[in-house]
């Protein structure tokens, strides 16, 4: 059965974006970039796993 990766590719890519962009208008609403720093931490250290996660198994 053939799962498929492409999806998986996409949205791996897409969370991790969206979080960096969300947290980015969080902080420039609010002026504080403590906000920014912080989901830049989290979102590398749970995106990057996954995104090499799907890309092991699509080969």
């Given at each position: 059965?053939?799962?498929?990766m ?12 969206g979080?960096?962009?969300f947290?980015?208008?969080?902080a ?5 970039w ?15 796993p996954s995104?090499i996660g799907?890309?092991?198994r699509?080969?």
């Open positions: 059965m053939k799962e498929n492409m999806f998986a590719w996409i949205a791996s890519w897409l969370a991790l974006a979080q960096l962009v947290f980015m208008g969080v420039l609403f609010t002026g504080d403590r906000y920014m720093m912080w989901s830049f931490m989290i979102s590398i250290i749970v995106g990057i995104i799907t890309y092991k699509n080969q």
